[in-house]
């Protein structure tokens, strides 16, 4: 598929908010599968040259509303990813833990736990 101006903007966002490292790793791991390189082209395009530049909502906020919502849905391979992106927009690990914790009264105990044993390894990992 030819590269937009949509594209290469999602593509610098995309490297904004994971990090060249992340992004070159994710490259040569699940995007170097041909199928999953159609999915990532579409993603960067629609969500990361869309959605996430548009005005309105700082990346901070942005970054969070993906942490909420990938807890609030149990999707622990992109509340991985979003953890990391909400680390690098300035969320600490305290405040991350809290909306966690204040979670747990609204989608229930269970997944939050589940959830936060995730993120208590995403802590551990070394950050760039």
Request: hydrophobic share 45%; aromatic share 8%; glycine share 8%.
């Amino acid at each position: 598929m030819p590269k937009s101006e949509l594209y290469d903007k999602g593509m610098a966002m995309r490297r904004r908010l994971m990090g060249d490292a992340a992004v070159e790793a994710a490259g040569k791991g699940v995007y170097a599968d041909p199928v999953m390189q159609q999915f990532l082209d579409v993603a960067v395009e629609n969500v990361f040259g869309n959605l996430w530049t548009r005005p309105g909502l700082d990346l901070k906020t942005r970054a969070l509303i993906c942490v909420v919502s990938d807890t609030c849905m149990g999707r622990e391979p992109e509340l991985a990813l979003h953890l990391r992106m909400a680390l690098r927009q300035g969320w600490t690990e305290e405040e991350l833990t809290e909306v966690f914790l204040h979670l747990s009264g609204y989608i229930g105990v269970p997944i939050i736990r589940e959830c936060m044993q995730l993120a208590s390894k995403v802590f551990k990992e070394p950050r760039d």
